[in-house]
């Protein structure tokens, strides 16, 4: 079983759910757990009936909501073992350090740190990274209308004292209202649809989905994606 962190201020489900897919489509079983305060998956998620902690299925991807830490996942689904005997991904979700902590991101195979350059995204997806007890690498995933170094600049000297190693490479998500609409459009009829998302988003989602799998190839995962829209 794969852990993957995505860490962060910035709302970032939809995001995560649409990997999520493009990874159900390439034949895994993925599990998201929306471990943020706000819990936006409770509301961007059809559910028939919602409780303080639940697992429901949304396009063939499992979202859990409520779940203070990993074992009250176990306890709903009743698995008494490791959740690797239900799931091959488990895509985390948080923007705070105890979620960070219970859901065992430290050790997670990858982590994210996705962020706009507002002051709240920056500094509040920061705050999830108090305490570390050793040095993880993050890879940044960052929204802007333009990519400026001093922005880039200014998240490096707030993370300064932070146990953070960035990763060398960022990845690059243009903040476009059109993509915006489709988020907002696909929340509003309860689907996943990336026929109308901006060829810069999509190449986005094509990235961090091939590095999660690491051993199935770019091309493989724009097939998903042409599956994905051609079901749209």
Same mark, same amino acid.
């Given at each position: 079983m794969k852990?993957?962190?995505? !860490?962060?201020?910035?709302?970032? +489900?939809?995001?995560?759910?649409? !990997?999520?897919?493009?990874?159900?489509? /390439?034949?895994?079983?993925? /599990? *998201?757990?929306?471990?943020?305060?706000? %819990?936006?998956?409770?509301?961007? *998620?059809?559910?028939?009936?919602?409780t303080l902690m639940y697992v +429901?299925?949304?396009e063939?991807?499992?979202? #859990?909501?409520?779940?203070?830490n990993e074992d009250d996942v176990k306890k709903y689904l009743g698995i008494s073992?490791?959740?690797?005997? =239900?799931?091959? !991904?488990? /895509?985390?979700? +948080?923007?705070?350090?105890?979620g960070f902590q219970r859901f065992y991101l430290e050790e997670a195979e990858k982590n994210?740190? *996705? +962020?706009?350059?507002? #002051?709240?995204? /920056?500094?509040?997806?920061?705050?999830? @990274? !108090?305490? @570390?007890?050793?040095a993880i690498t993050l890879t940044k995933v960052l929204f802007s209308k333009e990519m400026l170094k001093e922005e880039d600049d200014y998240l490096n000297? @707030?993370?300064?004292?932070?146990?953070?190693?960035?990763?060398?490479y960022r990845i690059y998500f243009p903040i476009e209202n059109g993509d915006l609409s489709v988020?907002? =459009?696909? %929340?509003?009829?309860?689907?996943?649809?990336?026929?109308? @998302?901006?060829? %810069?988003?999509?190449d986005g989602l094509a990235y961090i989905t091939d590095e999660i799998l690491g051993n199935v190839g770019e091309s493989m995962v724009r097939k998903a994606i042409k599956t994905i829209e051609k079901g749209a």
């Open positions: 852990r993957i962190g995505f !860490i962060g201020g910035y709302d970032k +489900t939809d995001l995560i759910i649409y !990997i999520a897919k493009i990874l159900t489509v /390439l034949g895994n079983r993925v /599990l *998201v757990i929306d471990a943020t305060v706000s %819990q936006k998956a409770r509301y961007v *998620v059809p559910v028939i009936n919602p +429901t299925e949304y063939d991807v499992d979202i #859990a909501v409520g779940f203070k073992g490791n959740l690797d005997s =239900e799931y091959d !991904i488990i /895509l985390v979700d +948080t923007d705070n350090a105890e994210y740190f *996705v +962020t706009s350059f507002d #002051a709240y995204s /920056l500094k509040k997806g920061l705050e999830a @990274l !108090i305490g @570390l007890k050793s000297f @707030l993370s300064l004292g932070y146990k953070i190693i960035w990763n060398d988020i907002y =459009e696909n %929340q509003r009829v309860a689907k996943i649809k990336f026929k109308k @998302l901006s060829v %810069q988003y999509k």
